[in-house]
DNA sequence: TACGAGTTGCGTCGATTGGTGCGTCGATAA
DNA sequence: TTATCGACGCACCAATCGACGCAACTCGTA
């Protein structure tokens, strides 16, 4: 009484992918029910049901899915993902597909990433980025596999308008990412480093990419978060006195510069005021703020504006 | 005990359908007489007519037949469709406290909270709602703990227009001590409950706390996260056929009820469509939508259609 | 830098399959 | 005598089939 037969329907929706790529994966790759008389129904057994998730493992670790396939296809068992990880070469093998996310030329594990996004298959999303966390680092992750995804799907988004939901589980997904990350690396000590976004601005990731790295450094601080206003920026700093804020603005609507004349002017004016991110025009900002110009820069003033404090306090 | 034993005849009325059709959900579902001899006439006990009437209901809903009688045949005792339909009539509703700051009365660790919060000291804040988490679990943490606080910033920031930064700062610690209490308990398996705010809501905290307490409960779930407009929700719909869809509206401007009847109208229409949050009306919803009161209702609800299978044929 | 070739996911279309409710028929239990 | 039984078959409709094509991404080449 094998009731576990699944039909091509219900299948796809397990894997995340259309029924119409189930059929393509059956008569390009082979990969198909054990038996199927064409014409007929497509009948999926537990084991038809593994090959196939073996071939979506491979492919949201960036595997071609050519190459996935010919995994998938003799594989009497579960292979160690280790060793799939390892090979980064990929063999001659294009990419593509209508519901595809551009990365362009960063790499098999954003590809993998784009397309488990694509699936919405948030496990799968989470695993990816928190390896690549352990594996290279906060900078190293945001620069080469996350942030490309994102601009992908940002883009698309902007061409097509779909792709929300997508968005938005792969921003979750990052999210909580970074808060693990930082987390687990969790220094302790007073915070001295205030992350705020600008006004109205409501994209918080690359500040939070900027908190893990912090913390990855050893560096502690204290994210406000997203659509901060002026006011309550400054009763922030004014309340805990930081060293050095960064304000994150993305684009050139939130990039208010009055925003910095305003931390400059505070009661305790802080060491060091970074205007990050794309919103900032280099001819508008006022004197004394720094424009850092990537996520690897904003880490480096950091870690210098606590090694000033440390000497200066003579510890 | 056997004093009500009713003909095929006699339930066929009663369920407003023809007995050949009890003939055949006999012999295809095995929704029969519990004990029946082959050429005699079945006699259906008031448990067997329990489990048809569950048969009934179901497929009056939209649910597929094969479907349906899987949940009727392994119901023991506490049935979904029961919960389902009890929910419809709305319990006594409790709104939360009237008062104008009811963390007063929702114990220390709620006042301990607040005043981190107003401290902008994150660390203290995820630690309390960490030792909360694991002490309490999830629902209790939310409904004494954080739903407090979190509703006395938000009267005072109503009021007073201040404690932006200490509203950002508790959501992100709150949103991180959720991420990481689901990372720790995560289940595995298909996802087959689907949270999403509905369009232009931006409130995501509550489905967040949800979606920690089904991982607490060992559910497994998708976060498609907040402003989802209803052809991006739809979309996921139809492609992850998700067999329950949560929708989260915080207020009455984002409540519109043609996100759910376009929820009932797709393709692949969920077994169960929650409207939760305080947005909703009762008197405005499609009839099918299930209106939890609070977030321990709705975890029931969703542990209720666990077990299901989405393939539409029997054994 | 631009462009064509190879890859790949998936939408569309007309035809077919398969699940479902129920009517019919000769035989049988009540 | 009557209601029901088991078996068979039919009509309806959603899901799926196979075939085809489109769009978009990558890469090699000019």
Redo the contacts between chains.
Sequence with gaps: ???????A??VA??L?V?VTTLRTWHQRYGLGPSEHIPGHHRRYTPTDLARLEIMRRLTAEGVSPAEAARWARQAPEPMPADAVARSRIRPPGRDGGGGTIPVGRAGPAARGLARAAM??D??AI?ETIARALTVGGVVATWDHLLRPVLVGIGDRHATTG????VE??V??CV??AF??SS?AA?PSGP?RILL?CADEEQHSLPLEALGAALAEAGLTY????????V???V??VT??GPAAVVLWSHTRATADPTQLSALLAAPRRPLLVLAAGPGWRADTLPAGVVRPADLAEAVSLAVAVRDSLDQSRGA
């Design positions: 009484m094998v009731d576990e037969a699944l039909s329907g219900a929706r397990r995340g259309a699936r919405l948030a496990a989470s779909g792709l929300i939901e938005h589980l921003s979750r999210s909580e808060a693990a987390r969790a915070a705020s204290r994210m406000l978060g997203a659509r901060v206003p006011a309550a920026l009763e922030a309340r805990t």
